[in-house]
């Protein structure tokens, strides 16, 4: 591929490949997103594995890998982190052929290195990894898996816990939104754009997302084959504190708001995340009187829609179904949607303004606002 070609994509990407967060105790973590999101046991490194400073836990649902990582010494990056942000997402690692050439591609157009080409061995082959510095303290990884066959990384042993609850359902990350300081949005557009040669899919400002007291503004980027969406989110300024404040005050500092995963069965996948203790957004049932109204027909009973709080928004390409967690952990930062596209390639926005009101109402209970 010719750099001097400006329509080439000089950083192909497959996929996302895993998700690592940073946490507190990972043992107790891992144990709530196999028993309540139903991630499946995978790999696992520690001191059993030789690990002296961290533990992790690798659990998958799907092409859905989380990675939960926790200091094990109190002189560690990875506790330094959790002090200051709590429970985040550190890594947000992406699937690549060549992960010499990403790193090559990204930092020769300024990305900040993180971490420069490394090979991992096990008896299962190589692993190429890199990496470079995104927003905050949050770091993209390039991982190049051609010469692998293990089952995730080198260092991981095979985790094989007798306790495996089932599967909801989840099968892949559909996107993952940043929040970014005030005036930062821009910065961090241009950051995908030249960095990481993506492209900017819609945008909206707080004339169209904002309620009587909170605002925000947002830009969806993405990779060339679409396959990775980062909307990027900057608070806006409204009456009282808005939900991206609130998020920046308590992550201290920019870092991923929420993790989209996608089910081709929302009724079940919420049913059962809800029977399992995860706690969603509310939404009025009034929402319900006038939202077909605005989404026309679709395939859904109305019914169980409205008893699970499931909000639905279409665009020109077809509708969308979806619903947020609340935050899932102690500080309000980051939380999950769940969401089913039926044609729709846009993010809910019609949705927006009923989430804002969920939102502050929350917010209010936090003292927050
Ligand atoms: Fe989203």
Request: aromatic content about 12%.
């Amino acid at each position: 591929m010719s750099n001097l070609d400006p329509t080439a994509d000089f950083l192909p990407i497959n996929g996302t490949d895993f998700v690592e967060f940073y946490v507190g105790n990972a043992k107790q973590v891992a144990h709530y997103y196999q028993t309540a999101f139903g991630f499946q046991p995978l790999a696992y490194r520690g001191l059993e594995t030789g690990d002296k400073e961290k533990a992790s836990y690798a659990l998958r649902q799907g092409k859905i890998t989380f990675v939960f990582t926790t200091a094990l010494v109190p002189d560690s990056p990875v506790a330094e982190h959790v002090r200051v942000h709590g429970d985040g997402v550190k890594f947000v690692a992406l699937w690549v052929d060549d992960a010499r050439h990403s790193f090559h591609e990204t930092t020769l157009r300024g990305g900040k290195p993180y971490m420069e080409p490394a090979e991992m061995r096990d008896a299962q082959g190589e692993v190429v990894m890199s990496g470079i510095h995104t927003y905050g303290e949050t770091v993209h990884l390039f991982v190049e898996r051609r010469n692998y066959n293990g089952i995730f990384l080198p260092g991981f042993m095979a985790w094989e816990p007798e306790y495996r609850p089932e599967p909801v359902g989840l099968k892949y990350v559909d996107h993952m939104v940043g929040n970014v300081g005030w005036g930062e949005m821009n910065t961090w557009v241009d950051f995908y754009a030249n960095v990481m040669g993506f492209n900017q899919l819609i945008s909206f400002d707080d004339k169209d997302i904002s309620t009587e007291y909170t605002a925000l503004m947002s830009k969806v980027m993405s990779n060339g084959n679409g396959r990775i969406k980062f909307p990027i989110n900057e608070p806006a300024e409204g009456r009282k504190k808005s939900q991206i404040e609130e998020y920046i005050d308590f992550y201290r500092g920019a870092g991923v708001q929420h993790v989209a995963m996608a089910t081709d069965n929302i009724i079940h996948t919420v049913s059962e995340l809800k029977r399992r203790g995860v706690e969603f957004l509310y939404v009025p049932s009034t929402y319900y009187d006038t939202v077909l109204d605005r989404v026309g027909e679709i395939d859904e009973d109305l019914a169980p829609l409205k008893e699970l709080g499931i909000l639905i928004d279409r665009d020109d390409e077809g509708y969308l179904l979806q619903l947020f967690t609340k935050p899932v952990e102690d500080r309000p930062t980051v939380f999950y949607e769940i969401i089913q596209r039926k044609g729709a390639k846009s993010f809910g926005k019609g949705n927006f303004q009923a989430l804002f009101e969920s939102i502050e109402r929350e917010q209010e209970r936090r003292g927050t606002l």
